[in-house]
């Protein structure tokens, strides 16, 4: 079974600056996928960026972007120029490619962006 | 208008009552999931539909029931409802290929007395 661990539950950072989010995973399969979620205070679980396995790039879409080392089994976030609407909770998830229904997901960090 | 809807959005319950949970979306996604978070836990699958015809268990199905009424909705019902079933909980839908990602609803916070 697969595991996802996030070893940092709660985060800090000053407003414009940039903080990384750390994520571990534990897998046997090599095709999978991994994922970055954030919930706000509004609850709403929002996808932020995602990662094909078999992709050596590492992903990114505007301010975050993540630092994939498939070797090391380790998806981190990182979020540039840190805004005050980027306080929320992030989840790590993960999906293996040959069962496209289940996420495993991380306990999830509290990030809070301070002005 | 928001693509996953769920209702209600908040529900105080008692325990030993029955109480349904309900998720309907307009994304013409066939996949839909429902999901508990709790503190401290992340998110976990309860019960998740491939079609209407198509239900399986997740990894956290006692205690719970679903139906799958129509494509675009799906009901998630607790038959006598207990103090841990206090959380939040998430319904999601995704296209059938495997590169295709879940959507999530708003939730609905659940309080069993």
């Known amino acids: 079974a697969q595991t996802v661990t996030q070893s940092q539950p709660e985060m800090s950072v000053q407003e414009a600056e940039t903080v990384t989010l750390s994520c571990t995973y534990d897998t046997s399969e090599s095709n999978y996928y991994l994922f970055w979620y954030k919930q706000p205070p509004s609850r709403q679980m929002i996808l932020v960026i995602r990662?094909?396995?078999?992709?050596?790039q590492n992903a990114t879409e505007n301010r975050f972007s993540v630092n994939f080392q498939k070797a090391a089994k380790s998806f981190s976030l990182k979020i540039s120029d840190s805004q005050l609407g980027d306080t929320a909770m992030y989840f790590c998830a993960f999906r293996s490619a040959g069962s496209n229904y289940k996420l495993t997901f991380g306990k999830g960090t509290l990030l809070t962006v301070n002005p | 208008d928001a693509d996953v809807t769920q209702t209600p959005r908040n529900r105080i319950t008692k325990t030993g009552k029955r109480i349904m949970l309900e998720c309907s979306q307009t994304k013409g996604h066939d996949r839909m999931y429902w999901y508990r978070q709790d503190p401290g836990l992340g998110l976990r699958l309860i019960y998740y539909?491939?079609?209407?015809?198509?239900?399986n268990k997740g990894e956290i199905s006692d205690g719970y029931s679903v139906s799958r009424q129509a494509q675009a909705k799906f009901s998630l019902s607790l038959e006598s409802a207990i103090p841990n079933q206090t959380a939040l909980y998430f319904c999601?839908?995704?296209?059938?290929?495997?590169?295709?990602?879940?959507?999530f609803g708003p939730g609905t916070r659940l309080t069993v007395l």
């Open positions: 539909s491939f079609d209407v015809k198509d239900i």
């Open positions: 999601a839908t995704s296209g059938e290929r495997v590169t295709d990602t879940q959507y």
């Open positions: 990662q094909e396995a078999y992709k050596q």
